[in-house]
C-alpha cells in the first residue's frame, strides 16, 4: 500500500459521515474510510451518546501503511512498539505491521492487515493510544470489567482468564448493568472516584449467550470461540465507583476473600495501561489512593460450570451489599 500523510485534527472533523461521541466526559469524532472499518468502530463504541462541539479527539481509521520511526522503540507492550516523541506526539506499530501515529488531538490508525487480524489489531492500538491521551487529561484507562447499578459501579479486575466476562455477566443475569467487560475508564470527582466503561461489544462463551438469552456474532480470531452479544447489551454513562473486586478461582463453591487496600493498589496499578510509563504512578497517586480505599475483596469463581455463573451473581450481590449500597 502507499503511505498517506499524518491527517490533523482539523481534517478530521470535516470528513464527511464522522461522528461525534461523548467518554468520559470527553468528545470523541470518528471517521472511517468504509463501511467495513466503520463496522469495525461501531463494535468497540456503538451505544455511546452523540455528542455535540468541538472534539477534544479525532479517530480516523483507514487502510494505509503509515511511516513509523526506524529507531529503537521507547517502549515495548505486548504486541505494541511504542515510541514517545516530544510533547504529544505518539507512534505506535503493532507486531503485525499496522501503525497508529497521534498528537495533541488525533490519532490516525492505519488498519493495513489481513481481514482476520483487523478486530484486535485496531483494539489494541486504539486503545494503547487512547490510554496515552485520557492519562494526560488526569484520567486512567483499566482493563477490567465495570458492573452497575443507578446508585454506583462495581470494578473487576483480573488477569487474563480470571473471569471478568463471566462475573460481568453474572450481574447482567442479575438485573445489573454492564457497562465494560474489557477497558474502564477511571478519574477524580468531587465524591471519589467515576468510572466510564469503554462499550465494546461484550463476549461470551456460546452457553452463556444462551443462558442471558441472547445470539451474537462469532468473535474473529478467538482461540476460545467466544461470541460478541449486540450493543443494546451495554449501558454507557458516567457512575461513582463503590467497590473494587479482584477476580481468581476456587478449588470449591466460590467465596469472597477481603482484600486489603495494598492488595487493591497492586491489583489497580497492574491493570492499569499507561503503569510502564515512567511517572504515571506519582501523577494519579491520589486515585490510585482513592480507588484502593473503597471496599475491596477477592471473588473466587465456583469450580462447578453448573453454578458458576449463579454463585458469580450471589457474590456480588453480597460485594455491593457490604458496601453499604444493599437495600
Do not use: Y
Amino acid at each position: 500500500m502507499d503511505q498517506a500523510p499524518h491527517h490533523t485534527g482539523e481534517a478530521a472533523t470535516e470528513q464527511p459521515g464522522r461522528r461525534t461521541v461523548l467518554l468520559a466526559r470527553t468528545r470523541i469524532a470518528m471517521w472511517a474510510a468504509d463501511p467495513e472499518l466503520e463496522d469495525l468502530l461501531a463494535w468497540h463504541f456503538g451505544p455511546l451518546p452523540d455528542a455535540p462541539g468541538r472534539p477534544d479527539l479525532s479517530i480516523i481509521v483507514d487502510r494505509h501503511l503509515l511511516p513509523h520511526p526506524e529507531l529503537p522503540a521507547s517502549v515495548q507492550d505486548g504486541p505494541i512498539s511504542r515510541w514517545e516523541g516530544r510533547g504529544s506526539d505518539l507512534v505506535l506499530r503493532h507486531e503485525l505491521g499496522p501503525v497508529a501515529r497521534m498528537d495533541a488531538e488525533t490519532v490516525h490508525v492505519g488498519l493495513a492487515c489481513s481481514r482476520e487480524h483487523q478486530w484486535r489489531v485496531l483494539r489494541q492500538l486504539l486503545f494503547s493510544a487512547m490510554s496515552w491521551f485520557f492519562e494526560r487529561r488526569g484520567l486512567l484507562v483499566l482493563h477490567g470489567a465495570l458492573v452497575a447499578q443507578p446508585a454506583g459501579a462495581v470494578l473487576l479486575v483480573g488477569p487474563t482468564g480470571a473471569g471478568k466476562s463471566t462475573a460481568a455477566v453474572a450481574a447482567l443475569d442479575r438485573g445489573w448493568e454492564l457497562h465494560s467487560d474489557d477497558l474502564v475508564v477511571v478519574g477524580p470527582g468531587p465524591d471519589g472516584p467515576v468510572s466510564s466503561g469503554v462499550p465494546k461489544r461484550p463476549s461470551v462463551d456460546p452457553a452463556m449467550a444462551r443462558r442471558l438469552g441472547r445470539s451474537g456474532d462469532v468473535l474473529p480470531s478467538d482461540p476460545r470461540g467466544r461470541l460478541m452479544l449486540g450493543s443494546d447489551t451495554l449501558s454507557v454513562g458516567d457512575r461513582p465507583l463503590v467497590a473494587v473486586v479482584g477476580l481468581a478461582h476456587d478449588t470449591g463453591f466460590g467465596r469472597l476473600e477481603f482484600l486489603d487496600p495494598d492488595e487493591r493498589l497492586t491489583a489497580l496499578a497492574l491493570a492499569c495501561l499507561e503503569v510502564s510509563r515512567n511517572g504515571v504512578l506519582g501523577r494519579h497517586l491520589a486515585l490510585f489512593a482513592s480507588m484502593a480505599a473503597l471496599p475491596g475483596h477477592r471473588l473466587l469463581h465456583a469450580a462447578d460450570p453448573g453454578v458458576l455463573v449463579e454463585r458469580a451473581g450471589e457474590l456480588l450481590q453480597q460485594v455491593w451489599n457490604e458496601a453499604g449500597r444493599g437495600k
